[in-house]
């Protein structure tokens, strides 16, 4: 492969627009051309250096930035993760392809349709898996049986390094855990963010590229320990964490309600009126700055400083009490605190039933992306928001948390608490609601959800 030809693989790589041949095409090229993996390093470092000068020259040299190409300008999220991911399925694997392995710890249980990520690994049931062999599955899922009793099932695409007889790191994607012997107990997985110790359990392990980790409990519990927090996070069957990556180390946690209007839950509080966004404080106020609220003959959206009341809906479906967005319209929400505060936590509540269908909870769906800002001025909401200046604080989808596959497993209340590591999610004065909506059953409109509070709680 000539090197005008592979540049325009890495740049299609880069774009998010690399086809599966030319995928395979470039991954046999780095495999065997050292030339090519130090080109192919060379052009990720650049790439990063152009969009790190074209985000801090952006306000200086406008004529300049302008000029470069389009490539560096247009970097999507898809392609950031695209970029992450073959760096981890081929630069952090030949990188250190040559360091010895330990002894056998595990070996191969059933394996259903894999693909791994190299043309030439070969792998059958009851091969052993050594010390400190990385597992690079492309598609398909593959059991990793440890020498403790514990089963570990990943999924495609996943990459995961045996570290001994009781655990690994996952680097990338979802492993599903089963440590039911005494001999598993204590079995751990590690991810760049967090690191979950079993009690005798079953749960789910993932790792995105971008470096957010989560867990799901099945059965029993488990401890996750974040960096530098001397506290664990005690997790039991029914409970998930995320956590994001950063310094502040923010965790979502979402629970189901007791689906009354007292809005009860595991661990996260009811609404509060004493919280720092309540209207009775007199500070903040809130304001829809993307798309528009429901308007219909019946019963529309409540407005946003419903959001602000300190209580939520006092039935399953009361739209008149609930704040939501016009179908198929993902909109925005600021919140102004009219100041820079430390906050603990914020909590956002919803809850949805319909009256007639039991099954249909989709408007109890709580999905988006919250934005943090700690300046006197709200950066602009249009294009990438952290382009602009947006902290990215935390990512939520509830159906994932509650691993949604029909209609009926979908809580009908549902409260959702982010909070960060040390006790502090971080000093922002603006927060930004970014909501997507969920498809609906039997149609292909996309419901928005019925919001009934927002509560931002004050470290103090």
């Known amino acids: 492969m000539n090197p005008k030809e592979r540049n325009e693989l890495i740049d299609a790589l880069l774009e998010g627009k690399i086809s599966e041949p030319g995928m395979l095409r470039l991954e046999a090229e ?29 306000t200086r040299h406008t004529h300049a930035v302008t000029r470069l190409p389009s490539i560096w300008l247009q970097w999507r999220p898809l392609a950031a993760a695209a970029a992450m991911v073959l760096f981890g399925l081929l630069g952090w694997r030949l990188a250190s392809g040559s360091s010895r392995r330990g002894g056998i710890v595990a070996h191969f249980g059933a394996l259903q349709e894999c693909r791994w990520v190299a043309a030439n690994t070969r792998n059958a049931p009851g091969d052993g898996v050594h010390r400190g062999q990385r597992l ?61 110790v079993d009690f005798g359990t079953e749960f789910v392990t993932s790792a995105s590229a971008d470096g957010q980790s989560r867990v799901e409990v099945t059965s029993g519990e488990v401890e996750v320990h974040l960096n530098g927090v001397q506290s664990p996070q005690r997790l039991r069957k029914g409970d998930t964490l995320s956590v994001e990556a950063g310094n502040a180390q923010v965790m979502a946690r979402i629970e189901s309600g007791d689906e009354t209007a007292a809005f009860r839950f595991p661990t996260i509080e ?36 419903a959001l ?13 009490e609930s704040v939501y967005f016009a179908n198929n319209v993902d909109g ?4 102004d605190l009219s100041r820079a505060i430390s906050i603990a936590r914020i909590n956002t509540y919803s809850w949805h039933q319909n009256g007639t269908f039991a099954d249909q909870r989709v408007r109890a769906v709580q999905k988006f992306g919250l934005y943090g800002f700690a300046g006197d001025q709200a950066p602009p909401t249009e294009g990438r928001l952290t382009e602009s200046g947006w ?15 029909e209609p009926r497993d979908r809580p009908a209340q549902q409260a959702c608490s982010i909070s960060g590591a040390h006790g502090l ?7 930004l609601w970014e909501f ?11 419901n928005p959800t019925f919001y009934g509070e927002i509560d931002v709680h004050e470290k103090r």
């Open 30 to 58: 780095l495999s065997v051309d050292p030339s090519a993996r130090k080109a192919y390093f060379e052009r990720i470092a650049l790439t990063q250096a152009l969009m790190d000068e074209a985000k801090s020259s952006q």
């Open 136 to 196: 690079e599955l492309s598609s398909g899922s593959a059991e990793v049986v440890f020498g403790s009793g514990a089963i570990a099932k990943l999924k495609g695409p996943c990459i995961f390094e045996v570290e001994s007889a009781n655990g690994g790191f996952l680097l990338l994607g979802e492993m599903k855990t089963l440590a039911a012997t005494p001999e598993s107990k204590g079995f751990t997985v590690r991810t760049r963010t967090a690191r979950v």
């Open 270 to 305: 009811p609404p509060s009126d004493r919280d720092a966004a309540d209207q009775s404080q007199g500070r903040a106020s809130i304001r829809v700055v993307k798309g528009a609220l429901a308007v219909n003959k019946v019963a529309g959206s409540a407005p946003p400083q």
């Open 308 to 320: 602000l009341d300190g209580h939520a809906q006092s039935r399953p479906d009361s739209p008149e």
């Open 332 to 335: 925005m929400l600021l919140l």
């Open 391 to 405: 902290t990215l604080i935390a990512r939520v989808n509830s159906d994932e948390f509650f691993r949604v596959t």
């Open 425 to 431: 999610v971080g000093r922002y004065r603006f927060l």
């Open 436 to 446: 997507q909506g969920t498809q609906g059953p039997n149609t292909r409109d996309t």
